[in-house]
């Protein structure tokens, strides 16, 4: 039982984690984009450099959704788990 309850607190942890850190490396990525944006001065170069940003932001918010969602069905795997075993224990 301690083990079911370390692993939700685990998932949990894991889902807030992966919610932050998308929010700040996205938001990092499009400052350092953007900056570098600024010093070009060729545009074939930029639109490239802004594809490939949008490219990272797309696959980081997937990867990211991806990892959430797999945390969340194994807390509520867990939690599910949990309330089976102490309603056959019961009876």
Avoid: H, P
């Avoid at 918010?61 to 949990?82: I, R």
């Amino acid at each position: 039982m301690l083990i079911i309850a370390w692993n939700s607190q685990f998932f949990l942890i894991l889902r807030i984690f992966c919610k932050t850190i998308s929010t700040k490396i996205i938001y990092q990525k499009q400052l350092v984009f953007s900056d570098l944006l600024r010093g070009v001065q060729q545009e074939f170069f930029a639109r490239r450099l802004l594809t490939f940003a949008r490219g990272i932001r797309v696959f980081l918010n997937v990867f990211f959704y991806l990892v959430d969602k797999f945390a969340s069905f194994f807390l509520l795997f867990f939690c599910l788990n949990l309330s089976f075993r102490s309603y056959f224990k019961v009876f």
